[in-house]
T-cell receptor, first 117, second 114 residues
C-alpha cells in the first residue's frame, strides 16, 4: 500500500523568507509525486510533479520541489514567501508500478501554510 | 478552456434521500476520478472511470455508492439512502491520460446530510 506523510499541520513563515513544506512517501515501486494547493472553499490546483529525471522540479507561482529517493521525501520550497501563498498544501503519490488500473492518488492530510506580513 | 465543472456546489439532503453529484471533465479529458474530503482530512480516492467503464473502484464503499461516466454527458456519483457520515466535500478530477498525467480538480460539491 502507498502512503504520504506531511508531518506539520501548520507552517508559519514571515513574508520574504524562504519556505519549506515537508512530505515523505511510501510506495512499493517508483513514485510519481505531486503537489497541490487548496484555497478556502475551492478545489485543488496543481503546482508541480515529479515523474523521472532531474530531482529538482519547478512549478507554478515560483514553487519548486526536490525529490530525494534515499530519504523518500519530496519537500516543497519557495525562495521568498508571499502573503498570497497562504493556503492548504497537499502532497500526493502514485506508484508507477501499480498497474491494473490503480490510478488514484494517495494524498497526505495537508499542511496549512501561513505567511505573516 | 473551461476547467472541471461540478454541480451542484452545495447539496443538502435528509437522511435516507438520494444524492446525485455531477462532474464534467475538462475538454479533451476522458479520465475521471472521484475523491472525498472529510473535515481536516486529506482527499481519499473513491473511483476512477473512463468513458462507459469503471477502471478502479477500490475506494468506493461497498453499499449505497455508485458511479458512472456515460458515453454522452457528465460523470455521476450517486449516493443512495444518505447518512450523516456521508457529509463531506466530494471532488471530481480529470486527466488526459493515466499514470504520469496530472489530475485537474473541480471546485467540489459539499454534501450536507441533515
Amino acid at each position: 500500500a502507498q502512503s504520504v506523510a506531511q508531518p506539520e499541520d501548520q507552517v508559519n513563515v514571515a513574508e520574504g523568507n524562504p519556505l519549506t513544506v515537508k512530505c515523505t512517501y511510501s510506495v512499493s515501486g517508483n513514485p510519481y509525486l505531486f503537489w497541490y494547493v487548496q484555497y478556502p472553499n475551492r478545489g485543488l490546483q496543481f503546482l508541480l510533479k515529479y515523474i523521472t529525471g532531474d530531482n529538482l522540479v519547478k512549478g507554478s507561482y515560483g514553487f519548486e520541489a526536490e525529490f530525494n529517493k534515499s530519504q523518500t521525501s519530496f519537500h516543497l520550497k519557495k525562495p521568498s514567501a508571499l502573503v498570497s501563498d497562504s493556503a492548504l498544501y497537499f502532497c500526493a503519490v502514485r506508484d508507477a508500478n501499480s498497474g491494473g488500473g490503480a490510478d488514484g492518488l494517495t494524498f497526505g492530510k495537508g499542511t496549512h501554510l501561513i505567511i505573516q506580513p | 478552456n473551461a476547467g472541471v465543472m461540478q454541480n451542484p456546489r452545495h447539496l443538502v439532503r435528509r437522511r435516507g434521500q438520494e444524492a446525485r453529484l455531477r462532474c464534467s471533465p475538462m475538454k479533451g479529458h476522458s479520465h475521471v476520478y472521484w475523491y472525498r474530503q472529510l473535515p481536516e482530512e486529506g482527499l481519499k480516492f473513491m473511483v476512477y472511470l473512463q468513458k462507459e467503464n469503471i477502471i478502479d473502484e477500490s475506494g468506493m464503499p461497498k453499499e449505497r455508492f455508485s458511479a458512472e461516466f456515460p458515453k454522452e454527458g457528465p460523470s455521476i456519483l450517486r449516493i443512495q439512502q444518505v447518512v450523516r457520515g456521508d457529509s463531506a466535500a466530494y471532488f471530481c478530477a480529470s486527466s488526459s491520460g493515466r499514470g504520469i498525467y496530472e489530475q485537474y480538480f473541480g471546485p467540489g460539491t459539499r454534501l450536507t446530510v441533515t
